[in-house]
């Protein structure tokens, strides 16, 4: 009887340890989501062509690099980014789309409280790839900075 006792004493406290390995591993996963405060999306083009050319259209929606000839690169062109808070925030920037290995910038900046910057976007010097239009969509996440 008594080890049938220990055996269901040491039972629960695994089971006990289990739901709150679970929960942690849980909050974990969430925390990175917790952390975000605004996500902006902003779509980019890039044409590589036998000449190179500057989009001077003020299109505020889509950032238009121009064309660009094999051997050169594009750009810079520039992101704004605003932190109108009181504390510091975390900017992290991804791109996604047939542009992602053509682009050049900061992945990570850190903005302090109430601070403004311009962010440069520009392409790698353009060699091997085809002529033609390269698009895709730069994703622009602030997170509240954890420090």
Do not use: C, H
């Not at 900046?109 to 010097?125: C, G, R």
């Not at 002529?131 to 895709?136: A, V």
Request: charged share 25%; net charge neutral; glycine share 4%.
């Amino acid at each position: 009887m008594e080890k049938t006792n220990k055996l269901n004493w040491k039972l629960f406290a695994a089971v006990i340890i289990l739901i709150i390995s679970f929960i942690l591993f849980l909050i974990a996963i969430n925390l990175n989501s917790i952390l975000i405060i605004q996500k902006q999306e902003i779509p980019v083009v890039v044409k590589i062509s036998d000449y190179n050319a500057w989009n001077i259209s003020k299109n505020e929606t889509t950032l238009n690099l121009g064309s660009v000839k094999k051997g050169n690169s594009a750009g810079p062109r520039y992101i704004e980014v605003k932190n109108p808070r009181d504390f510091p925030t975390i900017i992290e920037i991804s791109v996604k789309g047939d542009i992602a290995p053509l682009l050049v910038f900061d992945k990570v900046i850190y903005l302090k409280a109430n601070e403004d910057k311009e962010i440069p976007i520009s392409t790698k010097f353009i060699e091997d790839e085809e002529l033609g239009t390269y698009s895709g969509v730069i994703t622009i996440t602030f997170k509240k900075d954890p420090s």
